[in-house]
């Protein structure tokens, strides 16, 4: 009887995801690894996130592809480095490129298995018509095109009169998109400050209209990401300020939709996901996260700017309560979303991506698939993650420098300072302080050779290289 018994439990052990679950990707702005409580925030607290968390998994090693705005959000969308699809940096309002219409997004994986998709927040993946996201497997959207400082008055808004005339030249108005329509075609301060609960409150309407599934919702928050904004109902209550006062609203959101979830009976078949772009834009002091323990901050290849917090809930089919100390990488949410629902990937021999199914990883603990993770600034091979090891190549990086921050909303201006070849353990030494290069040299030597690699496909400014598996952008006229 018990060889009977375990002979059906194998039997069905494949449908055990028949029901395909529906998804929530909260994908916030600038978000240092420490902005949350349960990474160690201080002046405020971000208790449904936490709940996400001790009810799910809390990775450690979470990464970024770069910590840049958009081509973290096109590795994120795609399961590719951004190399690979030629988003770089962080593409302007006057941008002539954007993601390709060959590159399939995660919203086309999910809707190829009939799944109703949305996406409400900031896009930053072209602006204009064809790269917006109804032209890429979206069928709702509400959002911004690009950042939220991208419009006439910031850094000047703070200091500015409400009725100001005063505008940054050559930054057209910020505008609202209702699909691929411009809603609202001048964004003010006062319409900010209803972002996160505006688009929050989209996500709560799509969920309730598509109860029946499955669903996938992409839930991009602009904040906090400055200039910071937050509604009445938050302002002036945390001991932080306003960028406590922001990350609560963001936490509040969260809550908002994951109550939802348990109204409608949808907790137990529907997979939370939350994490960020990129480390905190910390030359804005005050109005800035913290990378807590890690090195440095956004806009550089030290993990406090790819190194961000993430957290994942499933009831009954990811554990509970789990620390994930493996390395992965938002390239890898792509290709574990379409195993879970039986969705086919590009062709591996005409489409590559970078991608891999981590299930394994956040259900049984199994190790990183990843021989290794391989951080970009721009077309720069800059550092390569294997494991318990760090390496980083002879680069320029910005840093403070230990300077605090500016206060208000205004930044103060970084120092430019350079890095040699050199080797970090990041179980010892999570802050990349101490070179053990010398110590390591085959350690040194292996990630040199998978570099290399890296490179020959992806390309490398430093070394002139191409890159023979790297992809064209979309592009306008």
């Not at 909260?26 to 925030?41: E, I, N, R, S």
């Not at 490129?97 to 009939?114: F, M, N, Q, Y």
């Not at 609202?184 to 599934?213: C, L, M, S």
């Amino acid at each position: 009887m018990h060889r009977l018994t375990l002979l059906f439990a194998l039997l069905l052990a494949p449908l055990a995801h028949a029901a395909p679950p529906n998804v929530v990707l909260f994908y916030v702005d600038d978000m240092g690894y420490a902005d949350l409580g349960c990474y160690g925030a201080k002046g405020y607290t971000t208790p449904n996130i936490d709940r996400l968390a001790s009810e799910g998994v809390r990775f450690t090693d979470f990464y970024v592809a770069q910590a840049v705005c958009s081509a973290s959000r096109a590795a994120l969308l795609t399961g590719c480095y951004s190399n690979r699809v030629g988003i770089l940096g962080a593409l302007g309002p006057n941008s002539k490129i954007g993601i390709d219409a060959d590159e399939t997004t995660l919203a086309e994986v999910c809707k190829s298995r009939g799944y109703a998709t949305a996406a409400y927040g900031k896009w930053h993946l072209g602006c204009q018509t064809k790269f917006l996201p109804t032209h890429h497997g979206f069928a709702e959207y509400c959002g911004i095109p690009y950042s939220n400082d991208m419009w006439p008055f910031h850094p000047d808004y703070v200091d500015l009169p409400p009725d100001s005339e005063k505008r940054k030249r050559g930054y057209p108005d910020l505008p609202l998109f209702e699909g691929d329509r411009i809603a609202n075609p001048q964004i003010t301060g006062a319409d900010q400050a209803q972002f996160t609960t505006t688009f929050a409150e989209r996500a709560v309407d799509f969920i309730r209209r598509h109860k029946g599934g499955p669903f996938f919702v992409y839930i991009a928050h602009p904040m906090p990401h400055v200039p910071l904004f937050v509604s009445d109902k938050f302002a002036g209550k945390t001991e932080r300020g306003l960028f406590g006062d922001v990350v609560s609203e963001i936490d509040w959101s969260v809550g908002l939709v994951v109550d939802t979830l348990e109204d409608l009976g949808l907790t137990d078949n529907t997979l939370v996901i939350f994490t960020s772009d990129n480390g905190p834009w910390i030359s804005y002091g005050d109005h800035a996260g913290s990378a807590g323990p890690l090195r440095e901050a956004k806009g550089t290849s030290w993990d406090g700017g790819v190194r961000v917090p993430c957290v994942m809930r499933w009831p009954g089919h990811v554990p509970a309560g789990r620390e994930i100390h493996e390395p992965a990488m938002t390239i890898d949410i792509l290709p574990t979303i379409a195993g879970l629902i039986g969705a086919d990937l590009p062709d591996p021999a005409s489409h590559p991506i970078d991608g891999l199914d981590i299930w394994p990883v956040i259900t049984r603990g199994a190790p990183s698939p990843h021989e290794a993770l391989y951080i970009y600034w721009n077309r720069h091979l800059q550092a390569v993650r294997s494991g318990r090891w760090s390496l980083h190549f002879p680069h320029p990086y910005r840093t403070l420098n230990g300077r605090p921050g500016g206060t208000g909303g205004r930044p103060v201006p970084y120092e430019q300072a350079k890095t040699g070849l050199v080797l970090y353990d990041l179980d010892a030494d999570v802050g990349q302080l101490h070179d053990v290069a010398a110590e390591h040299p085959e350690v040194v030597a292996r990630l040199e050779a998978l570099a290399d690699k890296a490179r020959a496909d992806l390309g490398d400014s430093a070394t002139e290289t191409e890159g023979a598996g790297v992809r064209e952008p979309g592009r306008v006229d």
